[in-house]
């Protein structure tokens, strides 16, 4: 019977070979024909088993690159569709703050990435309040949210209970999944992703830094800076956050023109 050292199935020529490796240097071991249960490595030329080596450090360097690959570049890929997700039906705002349905983004999340995990953390007390913690491990990170025990006029509650201790636990749940990009807008107070050009059509700002954007694309930069202008500085603001780095540059250049 084989061991569990790593194998590797090559194919040498015109024949195929099952080859053992080190668990830690990926150094061939044995070489068998495929199926076979006799170690022939003994038998070859050294130059076939050199060729052998070179073919398997190829093999196992690629799959050492592809599996860094994804660790690292999953989760910008991933984090950058999930951020603009419109969570709108699956959230409530409660006396100005907005609550993301934690059954719904666990569902998500799952769909996504089927290995996600979630542990509570240790709570901490604040006098006779109580703060708990979630952290959430996705795609390669762990992001932690804090959120404290509040009653439904988002103030904290004193001595919380059970119940009310449960309560913020699944509501921290959401906003740590939402640190990962799902419906995490809706904790900056947006009603939809900033980045969904598909459904930028109900915010007075974001209206406004398209009709910026598309005087910059016809090249009106005056009308564009001027349109700029007529906003109050709490909305030049909001609108500059809103503006892409092309457009920007723009007005930046129009003014030191």
Not at 165 to 185: D, E, P, W
Not at 195 to 218: F, S
């Amino acid at each position: 019977m084989k061991n569990k050292s790593t194998w590797l199935t090559i194919k040498y020529k015109e024949d195929s070979f099952d080859i053992n490796l080190s668990s830690e240097s990926y150094v061939i071991q044995d070489i068998r024909s495929v199926d076979s249960e006799i170690n022939i490595a003994g038998m070859l030329d050294k130059k076939i088993i050199y060729a052998m080596q070179e073919m398997v450090d190829v093999e196992m360097n690629h799959k050492q690159y592809m599996r860094d690959k994804k660790f690292i570049e999953e989760p910008i890929m991933q984090y950058r569709e999930l951020r603009q997700i419109n969570v709108s039906q699956h959230s409530e705002k409660k006396n100005g703050l907005s609550d993301l349905s934690w059954s719904w983004a666990v569902d998500q999340l799952l769909q996504l990435d089927d290995g996600a995990t979630c542990e509570y953390l240790e709570p901490k007390q604040f006098g006779e309040s109580m703060m708990v913690f979630c952290k959430v491990t996705a795609f390669g990170k762990s992001r932690i949210a804090q959120l404290p025990v509040m009653d439904f006029r988002n103030q904290a509650i004193p001595n919380p209970n059970a119940y009310q201790v449960n309560t913020a636990m699944q509501r921290c749940l959401a906003k740590a999944i939402s640190l990962h990009g799902i419906g995490l807008y809706i904790y900056a107070g947006e009603d939809l992703p900033l980045g969904d050009q598909d459904v930028m059509t109900d915010h007075p700002l974001k209206l406004i830094a398209q009709e910026i954007t598309d005087q910059i694309k016809l090249g009106n930069t005056k009308s564009a800076h001027e349109r700029c202008e007529n906003l109050s500085q709490e909305d030049k603001l909001g609108v500059w956050s809103l503006l892409n780095a092309k457009t920007k540059l723009a007005l930046k250049k129009y003014l030191e023109a």
